[in-house]
T-cell receptor
Framework: QQPVQSPQAVILREGEDAVINCSSSKALYSVHWYRQKHGEAPVFLMILLKGGEQKGHEKISASFNEKKQQSSLYLTASQLSYSGTYFCGTDKGNTPLVFGKGTRLSVIA | DGGITQSPKYLFRKEGQNVTLSCEQNLNHDAMYWYRQDPGQGLRLIYYSQIVNDFQKGDIAEGYSVSREKKESFPLTVTSAQKNPTAFYLC????????????FGDGTRLSIL
């Protein structure tokens, strides 16, 4: 079951914040976040394991609520380099990742 | 430098033709994956392999075939049975555990002539 990402697209000005959500109808063991620039390979951002942890990566952080089967990616003080499509990948434990359809983020000056 | 190499970067297929996409990794990863990416669809799993000489179908395996004869190689063949092969194909590898990331190649863009 493909996780649902929201919003599908968002446009930000430099310095603004954004939140990208990832929801699953199945119980999750972990959530992975990746960012992809157009025509390039997805780049790993972070993994969250069940336990409700929150992780950070520069000005990008994420949370994982296993009870709600949701994860959120937080981008603060966005930079032009943050533009791209963000994908969440969910794992039920010992199964391949299932990726959402992605959220297209555009940061403008 | 360790990484995943996909080739070719661009590939064109004629009607009725099989084509093979190459994927090689030198990261010593056990697991390898093939994804298809269409606009607005995210990454959809075609096949994956957790160990040499074994592989499993993903969500959209019809019209594709794979082999895993060596740990570092996982080629994907797009057969003539795949009627809509135009897409961006991504290969990935990883340690096949939930707490480790997947590493992606740069992709192959396949088009119909």
């Amino acid at each position: 079951q493909q996780p649902v990402q929201s919003p599908q697209a968002v446009i930000l000005r430099e310095g603004e914040d954004a939140v990208i959500n990832c929801s699953s109808s199945k119980a999750l063991y972990s959530v992975h976040w990746y960012r992809q620039k157009h025509g390039e390979a997805p780049v790993f951002l972070m993994i969250l394991l069940k336990g409700g942890e929150q992780k950070g990566h520069e000005k990008i952080s994420a949370s994982f609520n296993e009870k709600k089967q949701q994860s959120s990616l937080y981008l603060t003080a966005s930079q032009l380099s943050y533009s791209g499509t963000y994908f969440c990948g969910t794992d039920k434990g010992n199964t391949p990742l299932v990726f959402g359809k992605g959220t297209r983020l555009s940061v403008i000056a | 430098d360790g990484g995943i190499t996909q080739s070719p970067k661009y590939l064109f297929r004629k009607e009725g033709q099989n084509v093979t996409l190459s994927c090689e990794q030198n990261l010593n990863h056990d697991a390898m994956y093939w994804y298809r990416q269409d606009p607005g669809q995210g990454l959809r799993l075609i096949y994956y392999s957790q160990i040499v000489n074994d592989f499993q179908k993903g969500d959209i395996a019809e019209g594709y075939s794979v082999s895993r004869e060596k740990k570092e190689s996982f080629p994907l063949t797009v057969t003539s049975a795949q009627k809509n092969p135009t897409a961006f194909y991504l290969c990935a590898s990883g340690w096949d555990t939930a707490n480790q990331p997947q590493h992606f190649g740069d992709g192959t863009r396949l088009s119909i002539l």
